[in-house]
């Protein structure tokens, strides 16, 4: 038994290089599956715990008039209503370098007896006095400001005025305010009334008693206690039931998870295939030792387990390198998806169960890669492995490949004989191939996918050929306001539209939605379009567009749309407490959009009452540059302030798309990391595959120098047949880059968007796989030429 440790210590210390080769290899993909099960575990328990932890409302209850205390007390008194508060949220504006943003007002009951859709003080006040606000730590950036600073803040019905930001908390039920380009705000009502509205509390927040993670459970006690509520003289305007118990952003999140999980295993994969290539050539450069060992009384089976005894000692190394950085890695990407889902990490532990996958994965997988060369290597014939010479006469004859190439005479002898080397060993070649086709696709794949997400996001220009919208506080007649609009200079085109929130009726007339606090996930809004309309360019999918002639027509985009609905059905969708009954029309696809149905302008306005009114302007300028827009938005604002007309809201065009674009980043991040490590393992495995080329044809290359090849001659030899299996691989990466972007594109957009991603090409990222590839297969070859060209004609002519 010491006899057979010593051999194995001598084979690891023999080629070093290689040794250390495999356990890098191997530590990458341990590392990837450590980084990516390690993140997808702490995520997951922090995502709950964050957003559990806020206490989130079961459902939320739009009322009027406003929610007394003695309501209030009633309502936590009502069978199934385990507790209930008052908010008010007011979406207002604020000035940031000289131009309005978006700011969303959560007027707070009572700051110290918070018990729904909490959130935790970072620094400063705890409770708010008046003229003051608490800011959501991500509104930080958006607003340029940092506590104790004051900024401009403007209600509907107020006028702007100077708030102070007294304090910093932190609410993980939100989005992070950079993604919505808009900021987050805690007041008092006494604030609310300073800033100039007179509005009580309107929202009743409440919790639900057993089966709270039941939807229809919930959706039962919120619509009986909205039948009490109407019974008492409180109007029921919209009830918002989000789904029970889930981040909403945690369905896309676990998604991405797990494809980033399947990919860290196909890295360590690549790993083994590595694996097997080496030890493919380990039993060729050792089939005598095998013989002799196996002469001397050794059986096949001792053979095997002492080269997997080897193997295991290079999966230890590696584990041991791999698990502790795959921790690191984790923090890394973790800490990035907190940043993303706007979570704070309070437990950083990652699970045992993590790096006892790893440590199987590590072992397990590298195992069964060394299984194959291993175990054929050990049951050789003692006669065969002795008479062994290197490469056999077989692999040494003329194939039709080989005849077929030295018909290129213009190639020249050193490419066309490089051109047959590549191609001798079909099967080593393959296994290469694969790794590096493997980084590739990946690589060509997260820039295809960051390709098509831009390109996805263009359309939200090409759909919208207006630049601004502009939300009113209350209807206006529709003439005088836009002939007033119309009057400034660089505008090009204005529009009066409409809008209300709406949800498809189940059986009652309360309007029951999936929206979340923040007024924007999970949201259903009814869009009154002027017929023929100028400023929207619908991709319609199926059916046709709305017409004046068809008054009764509704188009659903594809958030809106379910299964069951067809061309032709009529849908009811509530409009105010009211069910109202369309014809589908047809069907369009939307992006940037929430589920939206489109109606006809003048039925909108009867159905509201208010024909002749708009409660919207869209408008559309000469130059639709992001700062020929900002200048003219500032005017419209001015035109605004000057005719008193109450805004609710103000948003361009690319304020929209920055924020739809900011969902991307952590994804496109995360798959080019996934495509360098798979990419340094194909680099790895190329030169695994040049070495046991070159060991195989020892023998012939000491022919070659005897006979006068020069050191530069052999070089090039082996240059060139890395440069042939590297640009075989770009061109199969390539095409396999376009399946799987396909399929990715096809999973991110239904994800995002609920549509598929264009299939895209990214030239740039063709080039620089194309010069990753060619430097890679060029540092791949000097360790095999130095060793080429370091051996003397007398040990090639010699060697067996």
């Given at each position: 038994?010491?006899?057979?440790?010593?051999?194995?210590?001598?084979?690891?210390?023999?080629?070093?290089?290689?040794?250390?080769?495999?356990?890098?290899?191997?530590?990458?993909?341990?590392?990837?599956?450590?980084?990516?099960?390690?993140?997808?575990?702490?995520?997951?328990?922090?995502?709950?715990?964050?957003?559990?932890?806020?206490?989130?409302?079961?459902?939320?209850?739009?009322?009027?008039?406003?929610?007394?205390?003695?309501?209030?007390?009633?309502?936590?008194?009502?069978?199934?209503?385990?507790?209930?508060?008052?908010?008010?949220?007011?979406?207002?504006?604020?000035?940031?370098?000289?131009?309005?943003?978006?700011?969303?007002?959560?007027?707070?009951?009572?700051?110290?007896?918070?018990?729904?859709?909490?959130?935790?003080?970072?620094?400063?006040?705890?409770?708010?006095?008046?003229?003051?606000?608490?800011?959501?730590?991500?509104?930080?950036?958006?607003?340029?400001?940092?506590?104790?600073?004051?900024?401009?803040?403007?209600?509907?019905?107020?006028?702007?005025?100077?708030?102070?930001?007294?304090?910093?908390?932190?609410?993980?039920?939100?989005?992070?305010?950079?993604?919505?380009?808009?900021?987050?705000?805690?007041?008092?009502?006494?604030?609310?009334?300073?800033?100039?509205?007179?509005?009580?509390?309107?929202?009743?927040?409440?919790?639900?008693?057993?089966?709270?993670?039941?939807?229809?459970?919930?959706?039962?006690?919120?619509?009986?206690?909205?039948?009490?509520?109407?019974?008492?003289?409180?109007?029921?305007?919209?009830?918002?039931?989000?789904?029970?118990?889930?981040?909403?952003?945690?369905?896309?999140?676990?998604?991405?998870?797990?494809?980033?999980?399947?990919?860290?295993?196909?890295?360590?994969?690549?790993?083994?295939?590595?694996?097997?290539?080496?030890?493919?050539?380990?039993?060729?450069?050792?089939?005598?030792?095998?013989?002799?060992?196996?002469?001397i009384g050794a059986s096949s089976f001792q053979v095997?387990?002492?080269?997997?005894?080897?193997?295991?000692?290079?999966?230890?190394?590696?584990?041991?390198?791999?698990?502790?950085?795959?921790?690191?890695?984790?923090?890394?990407?973790?800490?990035?998806?907190?940043?993303?889902?706007?979570?704070?990490?309070?437990?950083?532990?990652?699970?045992?169960?993590?790096?006892?996958?790893?440590?199987?994965?590590?072992?397990?997988?590298?195992?069964?890669?060394?299984?194959?060369?291993?175990?054929?290597?050990?049951?050789?014939?003692?006669?065969?492995?002795?008479?062994?010479?290197?490469?056999?006469?077989?692999?040494?004859?003329?194939?039709?490949?080989?005849?077929?190439?030295?018909?290129?005479?213009?190639?020249?002898?050193?490419?066309?004989?490089?051109?047959?080397?590549?191609?001798?060993?079909?099967?080593?070649?393959?296994?290469?191939?694969?790794?590096?086709?493997?980084?590739?696709?990946?690589?060509?794949?997260?820039?295809?996918?960051?390709?098509?997400?831009?390109?996805?996001?263009?359309?939200?220009?090409?759909?919208?050929?207006?630049?601004?919208?502009?939300?009113?506080?209350?209807?206006?007649?529709?003439?005088?306001?836009?002939?007033?609009?119309?009057?400034?200079?660089?505008?090009?085109?204005?529009?009066g539209w409409d809008q209300s929130s709406t949800s498809?009726?189940?059986?009652?007339?309360?309007?029951?939605?999936?929206?979340?606090?923040?007024?924007?996930?999970?949201?259903?809004?009814?869009?009154?379009?002027?017929?023929?309309?100028?400023?929207?360019?619908?991709?319609?999918?199926?059916?046709?567009?709305?017409?004046?002639?068809?008054?009764?027509?509704?188009?659903?985009?594809?958030?809106?749309?379910?299964?069951?609905?067809?061309?032709?059905?009529?849908?009811?969708?509530?409009?105010?407490?009211?069910?109202?009954?369309?014809?589908?029309?047809?069907?369009?696809?939307?992006?940037?959009?929430?589920?939206?149905?489109?109606?006809?302008?003048?039925?909108?306005?009867?159905?509201?009452?208010?024909?002749?009114?708009?409660?919207?302007?869209?408008?559309?300028?000469?130059?639709?540059?992001?700062?020929?827009?900002?200048?003219?938005?500032?005017?419209?604002?001015?035109?605004?302030?000057?005719?008193?007309?109450?805004?609710?809201?103000?948003?361009?065009?690319?304020?929209?798309?920055?924020?739809?674009?900011?969902?991307?980043?952590?994804?496109?991040?995360?798959?080019?990391?996934?495509?360098?490590?798979?990419?340094?393992?194909?680099?790895?495995?190329?030169?695994?595959?040049?070495?046991?080329?070159?060991?195989?044809?020892?023998?012939?290359?000491?022919?070659?120098?005897?006979?006068?090849?020069?050191?530069?001659?052999?070089?090039?030899?082996?240059?060139?047949?890395?440069?042939?299996?590297?640009?075989?691989?770009?061109?199969?990466?390539?095409?396999?880059?376009?399946?799987?972007?396909?399929?990715?594109?096809?999973?991110?957009?239904?994800?995002?968007?609920?549509?598929?991603?264009?299939?895209?090409?990214?030239?740039?990222?063709?080039?620089?796989?194309?010069?990753?590839?060619?430097?890679?297969?060029?540092?791949?070859?000097?360790?095999?030429?130095?060793?080429?060209?370091?051996?003397?004609?007398?040990?090639?002519?010699?060697?067996?």
């Amino acid at each position: 038994m010491k006899t057979r440790y010593k051999k194995i210590l001598g084979d690891l210390r023999t080629d070093y290089l290689k040794n250390l080769m495999l356990i890098i290899a191997i530590a990458i993909g341990v590392f990837g599956i450590g980084a990516i099960l390690g993140a997808h575990a702490v995520v997951n328990r922090e995502m709950a715990a964050n957003y559990m932890g806020t206490v989130p409302a079961s459902a939320t209850i739009e009322v009027e008039p406003s929610i007394s205390t003695g309501l209030l007390d009633s309502v936590r008194n009502f069978p199934g209503i385990t507790r209930a508060e008052r908010r008010v949220t007011v979406v207002a504006r604020m000035k940031v370098n000289e131009r309005w943003h978006p700011l969303l007002l959560f007027v707070i009951d009572d700051f110290a007896q918070l018990n729904i859709n909490k959130f935790h003080y970072v620094s400063g006040a705890a409770t708010p006095q008046e003229g003051e606000m608490l800011v959501e730590r991500t509104a930080l950036s958006v607003m340029k400001a940092s506590q104790d600073d004051q900024v401009i803040v403007k209600t509907p019905h107020g006028t702007a005025r100077s708030i102070t930001i007294s304090g910093i908390v932190h609410d993980p039920g939100l989005a992070p305010a950079w993604q919505q380009e808009a900021g987050y705000g805690y007041i008092t009502l006494s604030t609310l009334h300073w800033l100039g509205e007179t509005q009580g509390f309107d929202l009743l927040r409440i919790i639900v008693n057993d089966q709270g993670n039941s939807r229809g459970h919930i959706t039962d006690k919120t619509t009986a206690l909205a039948d009490w509520l109407n019974r008492h003289g409180h109007q029921v305007l919209e009830i918002q039931i989000p789904p029970p118990g889930k981040h909403p952003h945690q369905g896309q999140m676990n998604a991405i998870l797990s494809i980033f999980t399947l990919f860290s295993f196909m890295i360590l994969a690549l790993a083994s295939i590595l694996v097997a290539t080496a030890m493919a050539t380990l039993m060729v450069r050792q089939v005598r030792q095998i013989g002799i060992m196996k002469t001397i009384g050794a059986s096949s089976f001792q053979v095997t387990i002492l080269y997997m005894l080897m193997m295991l000692t290079l999966c230890v190394a590696a584990l041991g390198i791999g698990i502790p950085l795959s921790r690191v890695g984790a923090s890394v990407l973790f800490s990035q998806i907190a940043v993303l889902l706007n979570l704070e990490i309070n437990d950083d532990t990652i699970p045992v169960w993590v790096s006892l996958v790893q440590a199987g994965a590590g072992v397990i997988i590298p195992f069964v890669g060394a299984a194959f060369p291993v175990i054929r290597g050990s049951r050789i014939s003692v006669r065969k492995a002795l008479d062994n010479y290197g490469i056999s006469n077989r692999n040494q004859r003329h194939t039709g490949w080989d005849m077929w190439i030295q018909r290129f005479d213009s190639l020249g002898s050193t490419f066309r004989q490089s051109l047959g080397n590549a191609f001798r060993q079909r099967g080593r070649l393959i296994l290469t191939l694969g790794l590096l086709t493997a980084g590739g696709a990946m690589f060509l794949t997260a820039l295809n996918l960051s390709a098509a997400w831009n390109k996805t996001l263009g359309r939200i220009a090409i759909q919208r050929l207006y630049d601004h919208e502009v939300q009113l506080n209350e209807r206006t007649n529709a003439n005088s306001i836009i002939r007033k609009v119309r009057s400034l200079a660089g505008v090009r085109i204005v529009e009066g539209w409409d809008q209300s929130s709406t949800s498809v009726a189940e059986g009652n007339t309360y309007e029951i939605t999936h929206t979340y606090p923040d007024e924007g996930h999970g949201s259903f809004t009814m869009v009154a379009v002027p017929l023929p309309t100028q400023l929207l360019n619908p991709t319609i999918t199926e059916g046709q567009w709305l017409s004046p002639d068809r008054p009764d027509e509704v188009v659903l985009n594809q958030l809106a749309r379910t299964s069951g609905m067809k061309i032709g059905n009529t849908i009811s969708l509530t409009l105010k407490g009211k069910i109202t009954t369309w014809k589908i029309a047809g069907f369009t696809e939307d992006i940037g959009s929430s589920a939206t149905a489109y109606v006809s302008l003048p039925t909108f306005s009867g159905l509201m009452a208010a024909t002749g009114e708009i409660g919207m302007l869209r408008v559309a300028y000469n130059d639709r540059s992001r700062e020929s827009v900002a200048d003219r938005s500032s005017e419209l604002e001015e035109l605004f302030e000057r005719e008193r007309i109450g805004v609710s809201s103000s948003t361009p065009v690319w304020l929209l798309r920055n924020a739809v674009a900011a969902h991307m980043r952590v994804l496109v991040n995360s798959l080019l990391a996934m495509a360098v490590l798979m990419a340094i393992v194909g680099t790895f495995g190329l030169m695994s595959t040049l070495s046991m080329n070159v060991l195989e044809r020892t023998r012939e290359i000491g022919v070659m120098r005897a006979i006068g090849a020069t050191p530069k001659k052999v070089r090039n030899l082996i240059v060139f047949e890395a440069l042939i299996i590297g640009i075989l691989s770009i061109l199969i990466a390539v095409i396999a880059s376009l399946l799987l972007s396909y399929y990715m594109g096809s999973f991110i957009g239904h994800m995002s968007f609920r549509i598929s991603l264009p299939l895209t090409v990214s030239s740039v990222a063709i080039l620089l796989w194309v010069a990753i590839v060619i430097s890679g297969s060029y540092l791949a070859t000097l360790h095999p030429v130095n060793r080429a060209n370091r051996i003397s004609v007398r040990q090639a002519l010699a060697y067996e």
